[in-house]
């Protein structure tokens, strides 16, 4: 028991001492941010808790107390601040830093994800844009008729007013003129209708019975019990579907007031800008922001130029071929020529699909009426006609300035019967024309303005392809 008091003397002693030796080792790694000296391994404990070996190390620098061995990176040299993380060893194995997240990512992939959102945003406006026309349709439908009419009947005004008269007297002198002529073509069109309504039923059913024979002596081997089949069905068919066609009916009266109101609004659409175009216009670029102002105003001009060129053109040919295939119609003994030849015309303001409708509608008719060898002759006609007024007439008359590529043309009108109905299918075109025009004009622009703001010296900016 007399040993023990020493012994206890002995271990404090010594505890004590560890104690001042790990306090000297703080402040040594303190100072100079190292687990040890220079090639001292750090202690079994790690470099957070070296050994006494590295303990003695870190406190002089080369393995004594007080020892005059410079310590790596210690006080002046290099001292880092309390809290950061120290150098690995020289005996660690050397670890790759990892890029950036945006160098890693491949440039194709970033380029079409930048293109993406973009498009993303352009389709999110475009499909506001579209539900916002959708419900105005009737509006815009009529705005636009308006601009075609105008394109048409401006260059009349521009002359009447360069003969000395007033500006308002040109316009509602050109504006009645027009409309009294749409109106006669609509009432004789109507007339002729009526006026032979009996007779074409009387030849309607002649055409029926010449058809059922023709089929009955055919080589397709239909006999009269499969015709009398089909004729019942149909009967059957509109007997139990009574109530959906009184329904179109009632809707057929709704789409007759609103195409009353699209024809008045069309109206005084075409006054007002026959009489006051320039200042719309003037009132349009003000709504542009500054900087594209410049672009927008010579844009302006050129997509008029377009549309009225586009106009005049469609309404020549539109003409010939009216007067050409109702001439052919006529000489076939065709009944209903003029109306006919005043369907066609208004066909052809839908490229592509409007004569192939009017021609088809003519083909019926001489087919129902006259029999199978005057239809043929009335298709062909049809064919000869849309020939030459495609590959003769519209690249003389409409010229290279509103050239649009057929594949676009069909597109074209298909979408835009698909969003507006008939209307849209006339519109589509000249919209389209129109565009191609100023996006041309504006890659010029661009092109030109690169060009007079490069600094000297600088390569040339290539063109627009």
Do not use: C
Request: neutral net charge; hydrophobic residues 50%; without cysteine.
């Amino acid at each position: 028991m007399s040993k023990v008091p020493g012994w206890l003397g002995r271990l404090g002693a010594g505890l004590t001492r560890m104690g001042r030796l790990l306090e000297e080792r703080r402040r040594a790694e303190s100072e100079s941010g190292e687990p040890g000296g220079p090639g001292v391994p750090a202690g079994p404990g790690g470099p957070g808790f070296p050994g006494a070996a590295g303990a003695a190390a870190g406190a002089g620098g080369t393995g004594a107390p007080g020892g005059s061995g410079e310590s790596n990176g210690s006080g002046e040299n290099g001292a880092q601040a309390p809290g950061s993380v120290p150098a690995p060893p020289a005996y660690a194995p050397a670890v790759a830093a990892r890029p950036d997240p945006v160098d890693a990512i491949p440039w194709g992939i970033r380029v079409a994800a930048e293109a993406g959102w973009r498009l993303l945003v352009l389709a999110g406006a475009l499909w506001v844009l579209m539900k916002a026309i959708s419900n105005v349709q009737l509006v815009v439908l009529a705005f636009v008729a308006a601009l075609l009419i105008t394109a048409l009947l401006q260059p009349t005004v521009a002359r009447l007013t360069r003969w000395g008269l007033p500006r308002g007297l040109a316009t509602a002198v050109t504006a009645i003129t027009g409309f009294v002529i749409m109106g006669l073509v609509g009432w004789f069109v109507v007339w002729q209708v009526l006026d032979n309504l009996g007779d074409i039923s009387d030849r309607l059913r002649d055409g029926i019975d010449e058809l059922k024979r023709w089929l009955l002596n055919s080589p397709f081997h239909v006999t009269e019990q499969q015709i009398n089949d089909i004729a019942k069905n149909l009967s059957d068919t509109i007997g139990t579907n009574t109530e959906e066609i009184t329904t179109a009916g009632l809707q057929g009266v709704t789409v007759l007031v609103e195409v009353i109101t699209g024809i008045l609004l069309t109206m005084f659409s075409t006054l007002f800008l026959l009489y006051d175009g320039k200042k719309v216009w003037s009132w349009v670029l003000k709504l542009v922001p500054a900087q594209a102002r410049p672009g927008v105003a010579g844009a302006g001009p050129r997509a008029w130029r377009t549309l009225t060129a586009y106009v005049r053109g469609t309404l020549i040919v539109a003409l010939i071929d009216a007067v050409f295939i109702g001439l052919g119609i006529y000489f076939l003994d065709v009944p209903l020529a003029v109306p006919l030849g005043v369907l066609i015309f208004l066909f052809a303001f839908i490229p592509l699909v409007g004569a192939v409708i009017s021609g088809a509608l003519a083909v019926i008719v001489g087919l129902v009426t006259q029999g199978v060898f005057t239809a043929l002759m009335v298709l062909v006609v049809v064919l000869a006609v849309q020939q030459i007024e495609g590959h003769v007439l519209q690249p003389f008359i409409l010229g290279r300035a509103v050239r649009v590529h057929p594949l676009a043309v069909v597109l074209t009108v298909a979408a835009g019967g698909l969003i507006a109905g008939i209307g849209g299918a006339v519109v589509a075109v000249p919209l389209v024309a129109v565009t191609n025009t100023v996006v041309g004009y504006l890659r010029a622009f661009s092109y030109e303005q690169a060009l007079r703001h490069a600094p000297p010296g600088e390569p040339q900016v290539a063109p627009p392809v």
